[in-house]
């Protein structure tokens, strides 16, 4: 028969448009399914616990991606032996290797490996101490002071030199023993401070070594030694360090351990220590940004040192900001696969650490560490393509929203950081503000002296800050001076009776009377720029400090000025980023959408598709 052939039916149509539509899916499905259930093999990890409050927050994040990351916080020295031995498949340390410990050396593994620097802090000085019933949050010590007290020098709270330190506290320093918590395993944190003391005080840690049956020079040493009858301390881990001295029994410790462990884990104060500047400062993510900057990084890509820090420039810096032991901690991992170690570790591995490079740095702030800076990030990324098995991918850093990042590469944190107030500054005044996790200002018999606001430098001008408050008939504290701008000025009340007016440094601050009693604080000019703001302090109430996010009761508060030097101010926290199941593959994503566009089609597109031919095949 001529012509063309009949057209098939209507629903035989739907049938093949129906079958059209599956094939398509299938294929895309099929295409995708791996984006939809990717795997990771378990990997493990051992080593410090300084940095082990921010490994176990991002391993308890990136368990909504399928990974499962073990660490165990056995101390830096350990991670060290256990990744040369070959029993975990990375390592987390303060030191790199290669350290001289007591004439030993540790040498390096034979397997291949790189350093990545993974979250930096501040190894601060964590204590408990009272006056009366009142826990003191304020103390302050000075580099001597602080070598003296690790070597036994300074055995009682009440030595003229804490005393020095601490002009506020002079008079009611307690005649308690002096007792020094120091770690009993080989610990980063040890070598850190160690470090320190024998580059910093050298005469001082050399008697102490020799003291302790050690050669000499000492130098640094992981392994804290130990004086027979000394009256240390010793414990296991960061927390078992911090742990001890915040038992309410053991009034008069002080230990040497990460910021994270005072703010995050026990809410316990730190010393303020000073540094080069002449000013108190503790080590808040800002001021650890700005110390960082002074850090001199190994740039030597072929260098088995590739990214390892020398910290003499941090030591001295003369920024009054800077908080002099900062520094900041590496993970060590394997550029090839061995026995222990496969490319399915890796790809985990690699996964792992395109997290906590980028998403993972965004609140660490919140923990008591400090962001890394936007050149360790761009190295430590590319330290992750030497894994073996990773999955590499281009990281938009932009996209990190790390709160150290700026549009010009320079530090944000670091610029954004306040100065210290006057009353951090060494010399007759002290403010009574609490550190570390505990805020709560210093109360003393007899009053004491005022609390400080901070400046800030800006564009626009910051805001004034807040004076001193007076206790109990004390007398308030001067407020701050910040640098060059218009003048702000600052309020605050106080509760003591019979007391005397007593005005700050500001520029033209007012002193005001507090409800039945002592007068209030002076104010503080402004920071750099051309409008400043204000900022009242008040006697009572609630406000949150901006490097802790803790709150704080009955202080007042200092903002920096918004553009028009008006409100005030505080940190700006990162957005967090969301992510895909195997954090990033966009096409794959895009894939998955059609997919999905697709299987709707298929379902509902061939009933409609059936009724429409039936209704046009009647109308024909």
Known sequence: MSGTPPAPPPRRRAYVASAVFTLVTAVLLALVAPAAAATYVPISGAGSTWSQNALDQWRANVKQYGMTVNYNGTGSSDGRNQFRNGTVDYAVSEIPYGIKDSGVVDPPPSRKYAYMPIVAGGTSFMYNLKIGNQRVTNLRLSGPVIAKIFTGGITMWNDPAIKADNPGLAASLPARRVVPVVRSDGSGSTAQLTTWMSKQHRSLWDAYCGRAGRSTPCGATSNYPLVPGGGFVAQSGSNGVSGYVAQAGNIGTITYVEYSYAVYTTGFPVAKVLNAAGYYTEPTAKN???????????????????????????????????????????????????????????????????????????????????????????????????????????????????????????????????????????????????????????????????????????????????????????????????????????????????????????????????????????GSTAGDGATGGTAAGAAAGTAIDPDTGQQVSALGTSGDAGAAGGGAGGDVFAVPVSTSGTIGSGARRALMVLAGVLLVGMTVGPPLLSRYLTARRTTS
């Open 288 to 522: 650890v940004a700005v110390a960082l900057l002074n850090a001199r990084i190994n740039k030597d890509s072929s260098s088995p040192d590739y990214l390892t820090q020398i910290l003499d420039g941090v030591y001295n810096s003369t920024d009054r900001r800077n908080y002099p032991l900062s520094s900041y901690s590496y993970m060590v991992v394997p550029t090839s696969t061995e026995a222990n170690f496969n490319a399915q570790k890796g790809k985990t591995l690699g996964a792992f650490a395109y997290y906590f490079l980028c998403q993972g740095q965004q609140h660490v702030d919140n923990l008591g560490y400090s962001p890394l800076p936007v050149n360790l990030v761009e190295a430590g990324l590319d330290q992750v393509r030497r894994i073996p098995g990773v999955d590499v991918e281009n990281v938009n850093i932009k996209n990190c929203r790390n709160p150290t990042f700026s549009a010009d590469g320079g530090n944000t944190l670091a610029k954004s950081a306040p100065y210290p107030p006057a009353c951090d500054k060494q010399g007759a005044s002290q403010c009574t503000t609490g550190t570390g996790g505990d805020k709560k200002p210093t109360v003393t018999p007899g009053g004491s002296t005022g609390t400080g606001g901070s400046a800030t430098p800006g564009t626009n001008g910051g805001s004034g800050a807040s004076g001193g408050t007076g206790t109990t008939g004390g007398t308030a504290g001067a407020g701050t001076t910040g640098g060059a701008g218009a003048t702000g000025s600052a309020t605050g009340g106080a509760t003591g009776s019979g007391g005397t007016t007593a005005s700050g440094a500001g520029s033209t601050g007012a002193a005001t009377a507090g409800s039945g009693g002592a007068a209030a604080t002076g």
